[in-house]
């Protein structure tokens, strides 16, 4: 299944920005400078929308501008009107579960307490791909949501950018639908 559409989660904002929870929305910000183009203001699907095109593949790109825990409005909204099924979106998000600098390929699965993907589930369904770019875990058990709100250290973000532009090289696959063969280079 080819990926026709790349969410990048985050919230919306410049006191929210650089946080850890909008490592996805960092991503999709490369692909954006990567392929020469621009986000542009879309209304009607609540986010910044762009296009991209690789060997002929077409690609739309998402971050939605509601806040986390509505990016299911969002990805319904492109995702029913450019009619792409659920199986063809990837959605790149913070994950605490891996340290700064590991991300991981998966297709499905749980929400793992992230509001962004329990509201994107609720929307559609969870047979969407993640990208899960990690950002690591608080020492305070219960400071999650201080946590991924706040800044990473400067060296956490150097890491979770070089994860991100590691990524790059399989956005191609991707579109193509060769899944597998990006998983084995991201992984390997």
Known sequence: MPINLIVG???????YESTRHNAG???VERLVH??????????KFKGLTATILDHGNECKLLVPTTYMNNSGIAV??????????IENILVA????DFAPGVIRLKQGGGANGHNGLTSIIEHLNNTFYRLRIGIDRPENKDGFSDYVL??????????????????????????EGDVAQAMQILHG
């Open 150 to 175: 706040s800044n990473p250290s400067r060296s956490d973000q150097k890491l979770i950018a070089t994860a991100i532009d590691q990524t790059l090289p399989i956005i191609p696959l991707l579109l």
């Open 76 to 85: 319904r909204a492109i995702a029913h009107f450019y009619k792409i099924p």
């Open 25 to 27: 929305a960092w991503l």
């Open 34 to 43: 990567q392929y020469k183009t621009d986000l542009r203001l879309e209304p």
């Open 9 to 15: 989660l985050g919230n919306p904002g410049q006191e």
């Open 93 to 96: 998000h913070d994950e605490l």
